[in-house]
């Protein structure tokens, strides 16, 4: 089983996480400054392979209601263009709070640090997508008699 990466993408900045190799633990790994789409997917590319990744999650932005907005459409347009260029799949998951999430978890360890949050927020995403996917099926209810 590969790893999978997960992306939180801006407009300035890429962060970006990595699970382990059992798809348990997600982590930090770099931030990807954006300076053009083919330097990104360069990197992107030389990532995948150094770490032997097999499924790519970037987060989607979306309103607290579930609504998606420019941003979110934006997102979807890059994810689009991104998967057309690397050799994994590519999904969408919901990043509600990811940001906020990653703040707070920083704030825990005690950290102070004024880096950007990008690649916390990331991890935040790949956990909850990660997380998502061990979960059991949700079982049917017996019918009634």
């Known amino acids: 089983m590969g790893r ?3 992306l939180d993408l801006g407009e300035k900045r890429i962060g970006v996480a990595l699970s382990d190799p059992t798809r348990t633990i997600a982590r930090p790994l770099t931030i990807l400054p954006r300076t053009s789409r083919r330097a990104v997917v ?4 030389r990532l995948i392979t150094e770490h032997e990744v097999e499924k790519i999650v970037i987060g989607l932005p979306r309103s607290l209601s ?7 459409q934006w997102v979807r347009r890059e994810a689009e263009a991104l998967a057309r260029r690397l050799p994994v799949p590519v999904v969408l ?4 709070l990811s940001t906020v999430t990653a ?3 920083r704030a825990l360890r005690g950290a102070r640090r004024r880096e950007p949050l990008d690649a916390e927020a990331a991890a935040v995403i790949l956990q909850d997508y990660l997380e998502a996917q061990r979960a ?7 019918p009634s008699e």
């Open 42 to 45: 360069e990197a992107l590319r």
């Open 4 to 6: 999978v990466m997960a």
């Open 103 to 105: 703040a707070a978890y």
């Open 136 to 142: 059991p099926e949700p079982r049917e209810d017996p």
């Open 93 to 96: 998951w919901d990043e509600r």
């Open 66 to 72: 579930g609504a998606e907005g420019p941003q979110a």
